[in-house]
């Protein structure tokens, strides 16, 4: 059983920053697609970005792109999403989340494993 645990989230303005963290505890980390997703009010869970296994390809929701980044750390069973200019509409709770699959997908029932969550507020 894979276990995720974020962090990071909190309430920022508009215009900053945040890092958020994704810690696994499943040894096999390193080969596995990994995912983030985000979740507003009243809303369905929305792709956001993913990575492959090796960290050498990635994909972005057209909303986030060129302002977010993901990142993974194999050694550190550890994948990261640095967040840059937030807007308001990027409030939401985060998730990371597993593929066991090979590739990347966007759908959130593609992925097999979920953390609980951590929450981002950017305030206008």
């Known amino acids: 059983q894979v276990q995720l645990i974020e962090s990071g989230g909190g309430l920022v303005q508009t215009g900053d920053s945040l890092r958020l963290s994704c810690a696994a505890s499943?040894?096999?980390?390193?080969?596995?697609?990994m995912g983030w997703f985000g979740q507003a009010p009243g809303k369905e869970r929305e792709f956001v970005a993913a990575?492959?296994?090796?960290?050498?390809?990635?994909e972005y929701a057209d909303a986030v792109k060129g302002r977010f980044t993901i990142s993974r750390d194999n050694a550190k069973n550890t994948v990261y999403l640095q967040m840059n200019s937030l807007k308001p509409e990027d409030t939401a709770v985060y998730y990371c989340a597993v593929r066991i699959v090979a590739g990347i997908r966007r759908g959130a029932y593609e992925y097999a494993y979920w953390g609980q969550g951590t929450q981002v507020t950017v305030s206008s």
């Open positions: 499943e040894g096999i980390f390193s080969s596995y697609t």
């Open positions: 990575i492959v296994p090796s960290g050498g390809y990635t």
